[in-house]
């Protein structure tokens, strides 16, 4: 039987023998010589591992028994400090007591024979196992090691398509460190027409590549609603419609969204399944407040309806923190959690420090102490207000290269009545819009005096809502909690938009808007639209009458007619 097939003088032919037994040991020698392995040799366990660092063996071959350090203790500490190297271990006993066989495949022997070893024939066929062990272990760590670059190409692949094209990544914070190559946790960002921004934190049932199945439909699915300009509950709904028809039995999105009102400093909060959302105010030591969840997370339920929003009204200093289930959950050595507690001593301090995340991340490492973690981590931390941006996208400057639009005119007229009205129309009517007259950020604008003049006209109109409600924070959750509810029950009234296009010179255009509702409209003469924008009452950060003051800064012009149940606005570029 041909078991050597590299020359004698290679390292990797050096087999370690250890026995105690003189003569025992001098025949075990002189069989391997025979058969063309260099040896080294050891008469206990101590002197076993000094000559194994020293020579690197291809193969051990111990005694169970030995003095002071026996052969169980020292398989230990060869398969322990092997590092990437396969060193198989061979254990040789006289015992005739199965419990010692047990004891050896525990110890990290990878076979045994039953001592005195006399058989040459017994010792080759034993030693082409080792081989053969060792060329599979080869092998598989070759294989293992393709698959790992190749799951790191496409975790990188996948990194790119899902959070490559997040925004304001120089001011929201973003921390993600996998438990295996692919990560369960997705973290996105993305601009809403009106200049608000949308932040996602996702995390998926699991970790590894399983989990991953819903991002490339989450991320599609959430930059797409967020630009069309959908409201937060509308991309939740559509993405657990996605994901309810996508994913196995068992596997579900908890997720948090967050939309965060650049210009107004307001924050509105979903919860799904995640931990608490944590706002933080500098010079504090606990929260200001934290979100917690109040509904299931997605792609469990068919018909989805999430809770209304949690509306936070944020101080220009304050920071949203987002965190998955990984931080709350890592362990130390001794099996203790992270817990909420540390999280939030962790957080309040880097808002000390100026640095939420990182003071973060540093605590949990601290507390793991090198332990590897069992799930995936992943945190975002959101400042209140981004600067060095324009207070709206939709004031951004539009150039004569940037509009792309059709030569004519056109009308288009949509009435919604009843429980239709419990539908956003306005994401629909710019995507047909910008499909027929073509793109330019001049929507951005069309999309905010639109959103406005709608919700002003179902609100204050058909619902009959009070805006002062909304004057201290508070009021704004009950004014919210009210709009849902009489939303919900909402069986008549109705809301008529009415656009009408012309074309302009040099590929300009102007678009007039008309908003008719059914409501009992206001009084003009005492409830001038001027008014709310001179008043000295109003500032940047007041909670009620921004609406109408926007839309005149947008809009070439604004007046209401028929008793106030009219709204008309006209926008040109």
């Given at each position: 039987?041909?078991i050597?097939?590299?020359?004698?003088?290679?390292?990797?032919?050096?087999?370690?023998?250890?026995?105690?037994?003189?003569?025992?040991?001098?025949?075990?020698?002189?069989?391997?010589?025979?058969?063309?392995?260099?040896?080294?040799?050891?008469?206990?366990g101590?002197?076993?591992?000094?000559?194994?660092?020293?020579?690197?063996?291809?193969?051990?071959?111990?005694?169970v028994?030995?003095?002071?350090?026996?052969?169980?203790?020292?398989?230990?500490?060869?398969?322990?400090?092997?590092?990437?190297?396969?060193?198989?271990?061979?254990?040789?006993?006289?015992?005739?007591?199965?419990g010692?066989y047990?004891?050896?495949i525990?110890?990290?022997?990878?076979?045994?024979?039953?001592?005195?070893?006399?058989s040459?024939?017994?010792?080759?066929?034993?030693?082409?196992?080792?081989?053969?062990?060792?060329?599979?272990y080869?092998?598989?760590k070759?294989?293992?090691?393709?698959l790992?670059?190749?799951?790191?190409?496409?975790?990188?692949?996948?990194?790119?398509?899902?959070?490559?094209?997040?925004?304001?990544?120089?001011?929201?914070?973003?921390?993600?460190?996998?438990?295996?190559t692919?990560?369960?946790?997705?973290?996105?960002?993305?601009?809403?027409p009106?200049?608000?921004?949308?932040?996602?934190?996702?995390?998926?049932?699991?970790?590894?590549l399983?989990?991953?199945?819903?991002?490339?439909?989450?991320?599609?699915?959430?930059?797409?609603?967020?630009?069309?300009g959908?409201?937060?509950?509308?991309?939740?709904?559509?993405?657990?419609?996605?994901l309810?028809?996508?994913?196995?039995?068992?596997?579900?999105?908890?997720?948090?969204?967050?939309?965060?009102?650049?210009?107004?400093?307001?924050?509105?909060?979903?919860?799904?399944g995640?931990p608490?959302?944590?706002?933080?105010?500098p010079?504090?030591?606990?929260p200001v407040s934290?979100?917690?969840s109040a509904?299931?997370?997605?792609?469990?339920?068919?018909?989805?309806v999430?809770a209304?929003?949690?509306?936070?009204?944020?101080a220009?200093?304050?920071r949203?923190?987002?965190?998955?289930?990984?931080?709350?959950?890592?362990?130390?050595?001794?099996?203790?959690?992270?817990?909420?507690?540390?999280?939030?001593?962790?957080?309040c301090?880097?808002m000390?420090?100026g640095?939420?995340?990182?003071?973060?991340?540093?605590?949990a490492?601290?507390?793991?102490?090198?332990?590897?973690?069992?799930?995936?981590?992943?945190?975002?931390?959101?400042?209140?207000?981004?600067?060095?941006?324009e207070?709206?996208?939709?004031a951004?400057?539009?150039?004569?290269?940037?509009?792309?639009?059709?030569?004519?005119?056109?009308?288009?007229?949509?009435?919604?009545?009843?429980?239709?009205?419990?539908?956003?129309?306005?994401?629909?009517?710019m995507?047909?819009?910008?499909?027929?007259?073509?793109?330019?950020k001049?929507?951005?604008?069309?999309?905010?005096?639109?959103?406005?003049?709608?919700?002003?006209?179902?609100?204050?109109?058909?619902?009959?809502?009070?805006?002062?409600?909304?004057?201290?924070?508070?009021?704004?959750a009950?004014?919210?909690?009210?709009?849902?509810?009489?939303?919900a029950?909402?069986?008549?009234?109705?809301?008529?938009?009415?656009l009408?296009?012309?074309s302009?010179?040099?590929?300009?255009?102007?678009?007039?808007?008309?908003?008719?509702?059914?409501?009992?409209?206001?009084?003009i003469?005492?409830?001038?639209?001027?008014?709310?924008?001179?008043?000295?009452?109003?500032?940047?950060?007041?909670?009620?009458?921004r609406?109408?003051?926007?839309v005149?800064e947008?809009?070439?012009?604004l007046?209401?007619?028929?008793?106030?149940?009219?709204?008309?606005?006209?926008v040109?570029?």
């Open positions: 039987m041909g050597v097939n590299i020359p004698a003088d290679s390292e990797q032919h050096v087999i370690l023998v250890v026995d105690y037994h003189e003569q025992d040991r001098a025949r075990l020698v002189n069989m391997l010589i025979r058969l063309g392995f260099r040896v080294v040799e050891a008469a206990d101590h002197e076993a591992i000094k000559q194994c660092g020293n020579h690197a063996p291809w193969l051990v071959i111990t005694e028994f030995l003095p002071g350090l026996d052969g169980f203790e020292v398989s230990r500490h060869i398969k322990q400090h092997a590092g990437e190297r396969f060193i198989p271990v061979l254990f040789v006993t006289r015992a005739r007591d199965e010692v047990e004891r050896c525990d110890a990290g022997g990878d076979d045994f024979l039953q001592g005195p070893i006399a040459l024939s017994v010792l080759k066929v034993k030693l082409f196992a080792m081989q053969r062990i060792t060329r599979l080869h092998e598989v070759e294989l293992h090691g393709f790992q670059r190749e799951e790191e190409v496409a975790e990188e692949l996948f990194s790119r398509a899902i959070e490559g094209m997040n925004v304001a990544t120089d001011q929201v914070r973003f921390y993600k460190k996998p438990a295996s692919f990560s369960g946790d997705v973290l996105l960002t993305a601009w809403r009106d200049g608000d921004l949308n932040v996602l934190l996702g995390d998926f049932t699991g970790h590894g399983t989990s991953v199945i819903g991002a490339l439909p989450l991320a599609e699915t959430f930059r797409a609603m967020t630009r069309k959908y409201q937060g509950h509308e991309v939740l709904q559509h993405i657990n419609t996605k309810k028809s996508l994913l196995p039995p068992g596997m579900f999105l908890a997720t948090i969204m967050v939309q965060l009102s650049v210009d107004a400093s307001q924050a509105f909060i979903w919860n799904c995640m608490a959302v944590i706002i933080l105010s010079g504090c030591n606990q934290m979100v917690e509904d299931p997370p997605l792609g469990i339920i068919a018909e989805f999430p209304p929003a949690r509306c936070v009204v944020l220009p200093d304050d949203i923190l987002l965190v998955s289930d990984g931080v709350l959950e890592a362990r130390n050595f001794k099996g203790e959690m992270f817990s909420e507690q540390r999280l939030i001593g962790a957080a301090e880097g000390r420090k640095n939420v995340a990182a003071e973060v991340i540093l605590a490492e601290q507390f793991m102490a090198g332990r590897e973690q069992d799930d995936d981590v992943s945190l975002i931390e959101i400042p209140a207000q981004l600067y060095g941006l207070k709206n996208a939709a951004r400057r539009v150039t004569d290269e940037e509009v792309l639009t059709s030569e004519g005119g056109g009308n288009w007229v949509l009435t919604l009545k009843g429980t239709m009205l419990r539908q956003n129309p306005v994401p629909v009517l995507s047909q819009l910008q499909e027929m007259l073509g793109g330019g001049h929507w951005q604008v069309v999309f905010t005096i639109l959103t406005e003049l709608y919700v002003n006209a179902l609100d204050h109109g058909v619902l009959q809502l009070d805006s002062r409600l909304k004057s201290s924070v508070d009021g704004f009950r004014y919210f909690a009210l709009r849902e509810q009489r939303l029950q909402l069986q008549d009234g109705e809301v008529q938009i009415s009408a296009y012309h302009g010179p040099c590929s300009g255009g102007q678009l007039e808007i008309m908003i008719r509702d059914s409501g009992n409209g206001f009084d003469a005492s409830s001038s639209p001027g008014e709310c924008c001179q008043s000295e009452q109003h500032d940047a950060l007041a909670l009620c009458g609406g109408i003051c926007l005149q947008l809009a070439d012009s007046t209401y007619h028929e008793g106030g149940c009219c709204a008309h606005a006209v040109s570029w």
